[in-house]
């Protein structure tokens, strides 16, 4: 899972189910754009420039009035296009990068990258950062420097109503469970096939399927309890999917941001620390009067925000 979260598992956010709500999600998302580093009204909230921040720029940040910023469209629901065919652009990471443009006082500029492209564009000095639902690990820290906003694991997605009162892992014991095939959920409920036995619950009936999409369409019709993917997309796909009404999202309080999650961070080019430090602390604002939380909540996805702006946090 070292390419975003499980990148296979994007199949889930298809047509039917990504594509028809991305209209109406973009209205409660960024609603006025930091062009220029303008302020901004953001997930609902109003956020202007920070002065102090803004001087702490590096020069060259101040001159252009831009932070560059690569991401690899679509990826929901971190970035998305707002219509299918155009440029406009929604979604967790694009939302957030406004939000911190408007409290640095200066544009973050996104534009589309390959995602296996994104790390040596930095290097090479074609972009500043990167916002891109990169996980933050110790090969790419040697490169790049990350600022932490979300933690990301395995999510379980259940039937509106969650008939089966799935509130954990231990509750799929002995039931069926949907997972895509090859995806690190699937190892993630092999894994856990020991504590079932050791509860005396009897294993979990792993049904796999080649899409995600397989596996909602065997939760929709009952013939398995749960769904197990990655927590940003199961909170994406039961917000969206039917309007909301088809899909519940299982909140673990024990793992917020999913089963065995790692952090996700804004990579910043290593030949630009002042900018590294300057976004940390927006950030750190951001989460202290709710915006980064108001911004994940927009996506399905509060539980994944973090509480604290941390600095190449994983040590993995």
């Known amino acids: 899972m070292n390419v975003h ?4 598992l994007a199949a889930v956010l298809g047509a039917a189910t990504a594509l028809a709500v991305l209209t109406a999600c973009s209205d409660s998302s960024a609603d006025s754009a930091a062009a220029g580093g303008a302020d901004a009204t953001v997930a609902g909230t109003a956020i202007s420039k920070d002065q102090a921040l803004y001087d702490a720029l590096p020069a060259a940040i101040k001159k252009s009035g831009t932070v560059r910023v690569a991401t690899d ?26 939000a911190l443009g408007a409290k640095l006082g200066v544009k973050f500029a996104f534009t589309p990258q390959k995602f296996d492209g ?6 090479a000095g074609k972009f500043d950062v990167a916002m891109s639902a990169i996980t933050d690990n110790m090969e790419r820290q040697k490169v790049v420097d990350f600022v932490d906003y979300s933690q990301s694991g395995s999510g379980i997605m259940v039937a509106e109503g969650n008939p089966a009162k799935i509130a954990t ?4 014991c002995g039931k069926p469970v949907g997972v895509q095939a090859a995806t690190n959920q699937l190892d993630l409920l092999k894994a856990h096939q020991s504590r079932c036995k050791a509860t ?7 049904q796999t399927f080649p899409k995600d999409s397989d596996a909602q369409l065997a939760l929709r019709a009952g013939k398995v309890v749960a769904d197990v993917l990655t927590k940003p997309a199961a909170g994406w796909t039961a917000k969206t999917a039917d309007d909301g009404k088809a899909f519940d999202l299982v909140d673990d309080p024990a793992a ?22 300057a976004i940390q602390k927006a950030l750190q604002q951001l989460i202290d ?9 927009t996506y399905g996805v509060a539980s994944i925000a973090v509480k604290e702006a941390t600095r190449n946090a994983s040590v993995n």
């Not at 994104?118 to 290097?123: C, D, E, G, K, L």
């Open 5 to 8: 979260f499980a990148r296979p």
């Open 73 to 98: 469209v679509p990826y929901a629901p971190f970035e998305m296009f707002v219509k299918e065919g155009e440029s406009a652009l929604t979604g967790v990471d694009y939302d957030l990068g406004q």
């Open 118 to 123: 994104i790390v040596p564009a930095i290097q």
């Open 169 to 172: 892992l231990d509750d799929l």
């Open 200 to 206: 005396g619950k009897g294993e979990i009936a792993i």
């Open 256 to 277: 917020l941001g999913g089963y065995n999650a790692s952090p996700n961070g804004i990579a910043v080019s290593k030949k630009l620390p002042e900018l590294t430090d």
């Open 289 to 297: 009067d709710g915006t980064l939380n108001k911004i994940c909540d």
